[in-house]
C-alpha cells in the first residue's frame, strides 16, 4: 500500500453534522411532536447531545434500536415498538420518523413501514416519515427533506380550517429561535399572520416551566400545517434550493399558491428587499419602530467602516447562513476571502458566484463545498485572514493560527446564547456588526504593546 493511500483521511473534523440531526431540529418546530430515529441508539445519542449543548433544552429524540439482528432481517418491528413506546409514553400529536445511514443501508422500506402500521395500528397519531441517508448530505438536506415531507403529507389533507387574519407562510433555513420571533412579530404588526415551519422559538428556547412537560409546548400546530394552502402566499428566505426540497414550490405546483422568494435578510440591502416584499404582500407599510432602526444601522455602517474597511474575513457553516455572511461582509467593506461548507449540494458556489466578487478586491473568493476543516486549515494559514465567522467547530483552527472567531450557526457549544442571537433585520444586522467590530478592536487592543486605551 502507497504512503499516501496509507496517511488518506476521509474527513479531519468535518464541517457538517448529519441528515436525520436536520430532521429532529424540523420536527422539534412541529406541536406535539416527537422524533423517532429509524436506526441504532447511537445516532439518537450523538443527536440530542449536540442538540442540548447548543439550545440548553431539553431534548427527547427516540429511537429504533438496531442491533445485530435488525441488520440482518429489517427493522420494521422494532420501529412499530419504538412508534407504540412513544405514542404510549408521550401521547404525542405527531411522530416524526427519520431513517438513518443503518437502516437506509440495509434498504428498509420506511414508507411501507408507516403505511402498515397506520394500518394495523388505526388510533395512533400522526405519522410522518422521511428518508435522511446522512451518507448523502447534511444536516441542511434533511433539514429541508423534513419540512417537505411534512407538507407534502399534510398540507390540504383532512379537515382545513383559514385562521384569522392573512397567513403568510415562512419556510427558512435553519435560523435561531430569537430571530423566528422577529419574523412573527414584524408579519403581526403588519397585521399579517406568520406560520413559520418549522418553529422552534418556544419549544428549543422557552421558559420555566411551573409543571413537568412531556413535550415543550410551542411549534406549529398540525392544523396549521394542513391549512398552508389557504395562506395569501409562501416566502422562502435563504439560498434557492432544489425543486424537490421546496415545500413553497409544492404549494404553488399543486395548490396555486404564490410563492416569493428572498434572500435571508441580514444587512440592510437584503432587509430593504424583505420589507418590501412583506409591504407588497400583506398591503400595508412598515411600522415606524421597525424603520427607525435603519437609520441608527446606516449610521454604525458609517462610523465602523474605518475598523472594517477590507478586512480579510472566512466564512463557513451551512450554505444559507454562509450565502447571507457573504452578502452582509461584503456590504459593509470587509473582504470574504474564503467560504467553505462541508454540504456537497453545489448549492453554495452556485449562489456566491451569482453575487460576484466583493466590491473591495479583485479577486472571486475561494469556494469550497464537502470541505472540512482539516482540509480548510492549510487555506486559512496562508491567507492569513483578519477573523472567521462560523460555527465553534472551528475554535481548534482559531486557536492554533490566533484568529478571532466569531460565534454564528450551528453548532455553538463553547459559548452561551446561541438561541438568542439575532442577526436578521435591521436590528440583528446592527448587533452582528457591533460583534464583528469589537472583535476586530480586541484583537488590535490585545495584540498591541502599547495597550491601547482608545481606538
Ligand atoms: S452519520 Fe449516520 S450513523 Fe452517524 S449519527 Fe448520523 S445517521 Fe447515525
Same mark, same amino acid.
Given at each position: 500500500m502507497s504512503a499516501e493511500v496509507q496517511n488518506y483521511q476521509s474527513a479531519g473534523n468535518p464541517c457538517r453534522q448529519c441528515m436525520p440531526l436536520g430532521a429532529s431540529w424540523a420536527f422539534k418546530g412541529v406541536k406535539g411532536c416527537i422524533p423517532v430515529l429509524h436506526g441504532s441508539q447511537g445516532c439518537a445519542t450523538y443527536i440530542r447531545r449536540y442538540m442540548i449543548s447548543h439550545f440548553r433544552e431539553p431534548i427527547d429524540i427516540a429511537s429504533s434500536s438496531f442491533d445485530e439482528?435488525?441488520?440482518?432481517?429489517?427493522?420494521?418491528?422494532?420501529?412499530?415498538?419504538?412508534?407504540? #413506546?412513544?405514542?404510549?409514553?408521550?401521547?404525542? !400529536?405527531?411522530?416524526? /420518523?427519520?431513517?438513518?445511514? *443503518? @437502516? =437506509?443501508?440495509?434498504?428498509?422500506?420506511?414508507?411501507?413501514?408507516?403505511?402498515?402500521?397506520?394500518?394495523?395500528?388505526?388510533?395512533?397519531?400522526?405519522?410522518?416519515?422521511?428518508?435522511?441517508?446522512?451518507?448523502?448530505?447534511?444536516?441542511?438536506?434533511?433539514?429541508?427533506?423534513?419540512?417537505?415531507?411534512?407538507?407534502?403529507?399534510?398540507?390540504?389533507?383532512?379537515?382545513?380550517?383559514?385562521?384569522?387574519?392573512?397567513?403568510?407562510?415562512?419556510?427558512?433555513?435553519?435560523?435561531?429561535?430569537?430571530?423566528?420571533?422577529?419574523?412573527?412579530d414584524i408579519t403581526k404588526a403588519m397585521k399579517g399572520?406568520?406560520?413559520?415551519?418549522?418553529?422552534?422559538?418556544?419549544?428549543?428556547?422557552?421558559?420555566?416551566?411551573?409543571?413537568? #412537560?412531556?413535550?415543550?409546548?410551542?411549534?406549529? !400546530?398540525?392544523?396549521? /400545517?394542513?391549512?398552508?394552502? *389557504? @395562506? =395569501?402566499?409562501?416566502?422562502?428566505?435563504?439560498?434557492?434550493?432544489?425543486?424537490?426540497?421546496?415545500?413553497?414550490?409544492?404549494?404553488?405546483?399543486?395548490?396555486?399558491?404564490?410563492?416569493?422568494?428572498?434572500?435571508?435578510?441580514?444587512?440592510?440591502?437584503?432587509?430593504?428587499?424583505?420589507?418590501?416584499?412583506?409591504?407588497?404582500?400583506l398591503d400595508c407599510p412598515v411600522p415606524p419602530e421597525f424603520m427607525e432602526i435603519r437609520s441608527r444601522l446606516t449610521d454604525a455602517y458609517a462610523d465602523?467602516?474605518?475598523?472594517?474597511?477590507?478586512?480579510?474575513?472566512?466564512l463557513f457553516g451551512d450554505t444559507s447562513t454562509v450565502e447571507a455572511l457573504y452578502r452582509f461582509t461584503s456590504e459593509i467593506g470587509m473582504n470574504p476571502v474564503f467560504c467553505f461548507t462541508g454540504s456537497p449540494s453545489g448549492i453554495l458556489k452556485k449562489a456566491i458566484e451569482k453575487l460576484g466578487t466583493p466590491p473591495v478586491s479583485t479577486t472571486a473568493p475561494l469556494v469550497m463545498e464537502d470541505c472540512d476543516f482539516g482540509d480548510a486549515e492549510g487555506i486559512i494559514e496562508e491567507m492569513n485572514p483578519d477573523m472567521l465567522i462560523g460555527n465553534s467547530k472551528g475554535y481548534k483552527i482559531a486557536r492554533k493560527l490566533d484568529i478571532p472567531l466569531l460565534r454564528v450557526g450551528f453548532p455553538i457549544h463553547d459559548r452561551f446564547g446561541a438561541s438568542r442571537q439575532r442577526m436578521l433585520g435591521y436590528s440583528g444586522t446592527l448587533n452582528l456588526l457591533d460583534q464583528i467590530v469589537n472583535m476586530l478592536l480586541e484583537k488590535k487592543q490585545s495584540d498591541s504593546d502599547i495597550g491601547y486605551t482608545y481606538i
Open positions: 439482528t435488525t441488520v440482518i432481517f429489517g427493522g420494521q418491528e422494532n420501529l412499530e415498538k419504538a412508534v407504540l #413506546n412513544v405514542f404510549n409514553q408521550y401521547r404525542p !400529536d405527531i411522530i416524526g /420518523i427519520a431513517t438513518t445511514c *443503518l @437502516s =437506509e443501508t440495509i434498504g428498509d422500506d420506511i414508507d411501507r413501514f408507516v403505511r402498515e402500521l397506520k394500518k394495523n395500528q388505526p388510533g395512533l397519531c400522526t405519522l410522518v416519515p422521511v428518508s435522511t441517508p446522512s451518507y448523502q448530505g447534511t444536516q441542511e438536506e434533511g433539514f429541508h427533506r423534513t419540512i417537505y415531507a411534512l407538507v407534502k403529507n399534510l398540507a390540504g389533507a383532512g379537515e382545513v380550517h383559514a385562521g384569522e387574519g392573512p397567513a403568510l407562510n415562512f419556510f427558512l433555513p435553519m435560523i435561531t429561535p430569537a430571530d423566528i420571533r422577529w419574523i412573527k399572520r406568520a406560520v413559520v415551519l418549522p418553529d422552534i422559538s418556544e419549544t428549543l428556547d422557552g421558559g420555566l416551566w411551573e409543571e413537568y #412537560n412531556a413535550i415543550p409546548p410551542g411549534g406549529t !400546530d398540525q392544523e396549521e /400545517i394542513k391549512s398552508l394552502h *389557504l @395562506s =395569501e402566499a409562501s416566502v422562502e428566505l435563504g439560498t434557492v434550493l432544489p425543486d424537490d426540497w421546496r415545500p413553497g414550490y409544492w404549494l404553488q405546483k399543486q395548490h396555486g399558491l404564490p410563492n416569493l422568494q428572498a434572500a435571508l435578510p441580514l444587512g440592510v440591502d437584503a432587509t430593504d428587499h424583505f420589507m418590501k416584499l412583506l409591504e407588497d404582500v465602523a467602516h474605518k475598523y472594517l474597511y477590507g478586512k480579510k474575513v472566512v
